[in-house]
């Protein structure tokens, strides 16, 4: 069965408005990626919302559960700003059950140079096949538990809380 | 432990010589993909050779099956090119036990616009951490048992045999 | 005799701050830009500010006036802010005689996809090596002489004023 | 009047085939780079030939002084491969009168990172406009005429004959 990937905005598809200057969302990157990475996975995308993570509400965090409850895959994977990614986890983790779900994002956006979104997606589609049903954030090569995360706002890292 | 990393050349690595314009190998670019990614992973990384996997030798294999058995690490990725990947995939089956090893590579270099090397690099980590002790290749987004993989050679992708 | 290249910041030297989100100033990429256009016209690069060109103050234009007008050097590349480009012309104008200056920035860093900022750099040698004296905008691939031209709000073109 | 390009191959124009790992030629990245320098100068594009340059005939000289005779357009950028260059433009200022023409190419293949192409046709569609009648080489920031140009082999680099 395909694997499930939910768009919710972060940095990861973030723009630069060359008139005024500021950073916005318009389409999700996704396609461009996974055509990059050449990748064979069957995947169904679909953009739930397209915000900054820091602006994510509780209706929102309501919103991804029911999508991810009410899809047929049982692996999906959401892209996600990182500020509150491990929050979300936890919402999931309380009322999303029997799925593999994994969290990633970008710290730079694909737009620019220097972006690590390719290499978190490409890790990201790894965990979403081979983890047992569970929430997990996905980042700098490595997963972790939703309830053993956290990000690091001075480095800008992941790492775990325990 | 850490991920021990070995390189052997293949797209992955190549670069273009401007003075000529033939492709060749300079330094592999693993430490810089890594860096891009914001890998927090530990990894150990060597050189092993740098070459067309074309013109890869039974000599060659063995010296790669070697190190993969005298290493302390359990857990190891090779990139290597594509058209002989799985080739050596089988090699190290048979001689190598207990250990998950993940071969990869690039479809076009790294250092070119629009590589898949970030991405596969990215997956390859990820397999390397979740997969149980075997033999696989971790390309297209995919992981392949060493027994049932081949490069078709037409699409440029990777694909069961069965 | 070489030419001149004074920094002052603008779009085309932003970076983004992977830990804020805000896109701020490091150094300049002007070494890099021009080692990327193998590029051996003989030039003297300084930094004369690192700000946003809507923050340009009557004193800083009076230091740029100041630097045109000491420097041995009688072509002169000035990367600055697309705002206020214009109006920063206007003064060199009235303030620095018998030099050819050309004006030019990007409207997306250089540090992200997609910039303009190398072919613009291109232009702008170009036309500081064949322009006669006098004050010069170098957007677009065009030159524009400093009392014809502004930039289209709008659009982000440069165009004629009459 | 529009400024004539002619697009004749080189190394400017060259692709990556990812199935064979052979350099070659598909269709010109002028319009796309034109796009990404924001330019608005007005150009008539056309594809004379798409050829390495040490593969080009005295046929396809003739073919080249013979597009630029009989265009309307009398200033005129020629992309062509660097090996030689300086020999066509020998060719075209026996052969073309009253006309500014510039040639220009490329190191590094545009579709690979760290291309100088971008920054090439920046100065090379600057020269254009402020030249005089005449055969020029545009590389490396520089602008050369036809009868004063080489490049030299074991640096890349073009330079003066005398």
């Known amino acids: 069965m395909a694997i499930r990937i939910f768009i919710t905005g972060g940095t990861f598809d973030k ?65 996600h700003g990182t500020d509150t990614m491990s929050e979300t986890a936890r919402v999931l983790a309380r009322h999303v059950k029997n799925k593999t779900i994994v969290l990633t994002g970008a710290m730079i956006p694909i737009k620019f140079g220097s972006s690590d979104g390719l290499f978190n997606l490409g890790s990201a589609l790894a965990f979403a096949q081979t983890l047992v049903p569970g929430v997990y954030v996905a980042m700098n090569g490595r997963y972790f538990n939703w309830d053993n995360v956290r990000k690091n706002r001075e480095t800008g890292i992941f790492e775990e809380i325990k």
């Open 15 to 79: 723009e630069y408005n060359e008139l005024n200057g500021q950073l916005y969302f318009k389409d999700t990157h996704m396609h461009d990626l996974l055509e990059l990475g050449r990748c064979r996975v069957s995947v169904e995308i679909r953009t739930l919302m397209m915000i900054d993570s820091l602006e994510m509400t509780e209706e929102d965090r309501n919103l991804i559960v029911h999508q991810c409850n009410s899809c047929e895959e049982d692996k999906i994977i959401i892209t």
